[in-house]
């Protein structure tokens, strides 16, 4: 399958999709992206494309797929209250490790990995005192936009 078929697919699902979301409620439409949908169904169909050998270009999967982890890390940041921002590097190594793991297989030391990321910034949350709270608030301001 050629890139540019790819590219024709995203643009009509984007419309069907954008001419559907009219039949949605008030609330529902917005909380329903047209760009996220149609990414986010691009690159599962690719990736059951892939697992039948219909499609091999696993970078085109691995992009569409890191869309979609960055729209859901977004959400994240937008909808959880501000001091649980501190997990945002063990969220998005997260994201991508699960992405790796569906493309190209488990790795257990990654895993672990992950677990330990995940530990250590519990730890931080649950145990930081005044001592460490500059460097707990440089962990939740990492992203700010200046």
């Not at 329903?32 to 892939?50: D, E, G, K, P």
């Not at 569906?102 to 030391?109: A, D, H, P, R, T």
């Amino acid at each position: 399958m050629e890139f540019y078929f790819i590219l024709i697919w995203v643009i009509i699902i984007f419309f069907i999709l954008l001419g559907a979301k009219e039949f949605f409620s008030k609330k529902a439409k917005e909380k329903f992206c047209v760009v996220c949908v149609t990414v986010t169904l691009t690159w599962i169909i690719l990736l059951i494309f892939n697992f039948f050998n219909f499609f091999q270009d696993k970078t085109l999967i691995a992009i569409l797929m890191g869309h979609t982890s960055l729209g859901l890390f977004y959400i994240f940041e937008k909808r959880v209250n501000e001091k649980f921002k501190i997990f945002r590097l063990p969220l998005l190594l997260t994201f991508i490790s699960l992405i790796y793991f569906i493309l190209e297989g488990f790795e257990k030391i990654s895993f672990f990995i992950l677990i330990g990321l995940w530990f250590l910034f519990g730890l931080i949350y649950l145990f930081g005192n005044s001592k460490s709270k500059s460097f707990v608030n440089k962990l939740i301001a990492c992203c700010k936009r200046w």
